[in-house]
């Protein structure tokens, strides 16, 4: 979304023209590889990978993650050389969590940055057999652990190619875990390849442990790590990992070279890095953090006794369960058996064509003759046959429905059947839609199903439906996973009930827009969150109460919540969080690290809001999934669809969309389309030249980036442009950006450029012709950091920009980012996001929502104001204005200003020799003045156009009358002329 300082110190090294062709013999040049070791010392086996690669090369792959208290943050930026003259396709692919959420993508192609939209999806369309038109994916299809997010593209010749995507993730905690996974595998050896997590947390942060490189699917516990009070031995982590703790802040970093690499795999994959660690909690109402009207909270109570629970293993032994599956099966029940707990109630129901049931009509209860039977009866489990899907269920519900309405039945047990399965249904009904209502019609809502799939050939939707419908989850086992291990994990999970008909209730008319606050479990080592929306950010406090049932005795736990202290608190460890993230500027190779950092600190500024929106989302498309009529299923959708465009998510709902670079038959990108200045078209696309300065790649670049739209989904297409509503004829004579000042003198056919390095505060006069035409132009500056790695302290734009005119009597239009004033005939507040045109007397204006501003005085002059708006700023982005000079016939000769004075000038262009150099250089003649100038290109009209200029430097001393100080401004409406009330001209 925000990846800003990253795009600006790449799309430097793709802007930078032709590169040479490396040769690939005994002699190649790995300079050509951005090697970060020394060349003799890269094995001759490596060295023979790389001359073979025919793909473009990753130069560099960097992914930083932060998480601030369980969301995570990840941002992920590679970059590759096509070190051939011939166009050549480029691949990135990068594996995210399935439950995660991609909120940017943008890529810098030749200079050029294409950033991606995220839109609704179109409805499907059915055809005349009522089957869905391009029907994308089949509603039985298995959802993968994580997905793979893929653009190929053409780089041109001789060229590099930047992707940078964003993900959000909030991370479930499980078996006492929070689990964050990073999949490595670029498929390739990486010049520089690192890898940064980042942890903060209110509560502090315990058990921590790093796996080793995790090559298969199975996310089972299969190995053990580090505690967080031990720094483990180097050996034990996986190659150059680093862990640093401060503060509760931690740091894991793992950056191996290429040939460390190398010795892990040749192909690229190294696998998944896996990091586990908790948080401190204390028994009572859990963590609740507020942040700009939002908050979240997060239960997982300890020291609790374990609930006694009713449970029914539904197990598939049909043909297909013959071999790995059903050995799996049984390696894995063998060992649910011997943990389940005294006071526990069980039985075993397995199906095929038929249903056998181990104890029938009664579950029985945990003692070593019972436990010894279960595994007889497991042991001579044989597959065959079929799969009655719909038989095994009822049978299911029936034995654990008429157990609970027994006397043996405790009333504050927690019943659930375990339904597991590697088929679609063949014998008896196999109808989905009635498979499911007469699930809900035996469970009765007395107790939950809890569904695991084993393989490809599994109708995934029915049993995501059958769990979500029926209180309980569904698992997901591939293929060639350790499906014994995984079973086992999943019974952990479930294995030990804490609490049942747990409620979560806040005080009444202070809270609105809650995510799910009922729950029928809640089992030992997971976690319940919930989030929402304050309605009244100056309460001082929030009642929370929590009611639940734990084995015979109810619980209430109920605290007031002072919100001004939660929230400073909060905003304490993001600050922490965004400090962590913006580190390591001076560490070498850190640059594209420091750039994600930054990125991901701007919006981790809003992460309780986030979370809520992430919450959301999900919420709907379970509701929307087990919706029982049309109407219901299209008001979740609708729902799902709105958050998710509201807050950039990628989701089942929205497409993703980017417009690619069109490569020509010699292999050199197409050239941009001339596009006219527009009202409508403001905010079009920008193009880098080598030309560019560091702040004008920087200004160009925040306006592409940063005028988000609020859209979203999981296919790649081309963007089609909006349509031109109505040109605008602009000048080039305009101060925009840093300020960036350009001159047009049509006459002399010269461009002239230079730069007002201003103070915050400071009011610069921009035109004054207050005696004559009665218009004054006055702008505001506003600061901001400098990005990374730029020469500058601090950076400063427009924030306001004032036109007073006094003829035939005093009106006024103050300008800024959101809004925009009228006192004319009467006084008005217009909003900058609406489309108006308002005419009041000597002054009218038109808005073009969240575009520009046309401003007219006296129906000659008019001044055209660029509106640079982001969603999520990075720390030095600001909404700023840009100011241009659209007609001003209107104004006298006699105008004055920085911009003014040179309406009406003509200057010339003249060369002299240099002391002790045969080499002339360039200078202006104004009036009667020589300045010295470098020829330059500039962006401007929000990047859409270059022009070519003379530059003057030193705040365009000798340039402009005067100094740069004698055009501040007492105040925004200070009409006083230059300098001194009279329009003398100070020579200098």
Known sequence: MLLLALLLRFSLLSAQGQLEEPQFEDDMDLSDFDLDIAPRRVPRQVKTILAKETKPLIQELSIKTTIISRYAFTAVHCAMLNRHSAASEGVFQFHIPAEAYVSNFTMIIGGRVYQSKVRPKEKRVKQKNGKPKNKESSDTSPEPEVEVFRMAVNIPGRNRAVFLLMYEELLQRRLGRYEHVTSLRPLQLVSRLSLDVTIVDHSAITDLEVLPLRKGKSSANTATGLKASKIPAKSELPITTVIKNEKNVWKITFSPNIVQQAKITTSGILGDFVIRYDVQRDMGIGDIQVLNGHFVHYFAPKDLPAVPKNVVFVIDTSASMLGTKIRQTKDALFTIVRDLRPGDHFNFISFSNKIKVWQPNRLVPVTPLTIRDAKKFIYLLMPTGGTNIDDAIQTGSSLLRDYLSGPDSSPNSVSLIIFLTDGRPTVGEIQSTSILGNTRSAVQEKFCIFTIGIGNDVDYRLLERMALDNCGMMRRIHEDADASAMLKGFYDEIGTPLLSDIRVNYTEDSVSYVTQNLFSNYFNGSEIVIA?????????????????????????????????????????????????????????????????????????????????????????????????????????????????????????????????????????????????????????????????????????????????????????????????????????????????????????????????NGEPGHVLRLVSDHKHS??????????????????????????????????????????????????GRDRMILPCHSTVTVDSGMLSVAIVGNLNVTVTVGGNISFVILLHQYKNPAPYQRDHLGFYIGNSKGLSHNCHGLLGQFLYEEVGLAERPTQGDTTPSPVLKVKNRSVPVVHKSRRIYSGTQSVDCWFARNNAAKLIDGQYEDYLMSHMFDTGDWPQGTNSVRQL
């Open 774 to 823: 009665g218009v004054t132009v006055n702008g505001k500056l506003i600061g901001a950091p400098a990005p990374p790695g730029s020469h500058k302290q601090q950076r400063t734009y427009f924030s306001t920009i004032t036109i007073v005119a006094d003829h035939p009597k005093r009106a006024y239009i103050e300008v800024t980012p959101k809004k925009v004033i009228l006192d």
């Open 532 to 756: 929402g929306k304050l309605t009244n950010q100056s309460t001082e406090s929030l009642r929370v109460q929590v009611t639940a049932s734990n084995n015979d005795r109810s619980i209430i736990l109920e605290s007031d919540v002072p919100l001004r202290h939660r929230q400073i608190e909060t905003e304490k460890h993001v600050k922490a969080a965004t400090a962590a993230m913006t580190a390591g500027a001076k560490t070498p190779g850190s640059g594209a690290v420091q750039g994600l950092g930054i990125a991901l600190g701007s919006i981790a500024e809003d992460f309780v809001e986030r979370v809520w929106g992430f919450l959301s989302v999900k919420e709907e498309l379970r509701s929307r999934l087990r919706s029982q009529t049309s109407k219901e299923r299209d008001d979740h959708t609708q729902q799902a669809s709105n958050l998710s465009l509201t807050y950039n998510f990628l989701t089942p709902l929205t497409n993703m969309v980017v417009e690619k670079p069109e490569v020509l038959a010699d292999g050199t990108l197409a050239p941009a389309p001339t596009i006219t200045p527009a009202a409508a078209e403001a905010a079009s696309p920008a193009n880098d030249l080598p030309g560019d300065t560091d702040d004008e790649k920087t200004e160009k670049l925040d306006r592409k980036l940063g005028s988000q739209t609020s859209s979203q989904s999981n296919k790649i297409g081309k963007v089609g442009r909006r349509p031109v509503k109505k040109s605008i004829t602009i000048s080039k004579t305009s101060a925009d950006g840093d300020p960036h000042f350009v001159v047009e003198f049509p006459l002399s056919k010269l461009t002239v450029c230079f730069n007002i």
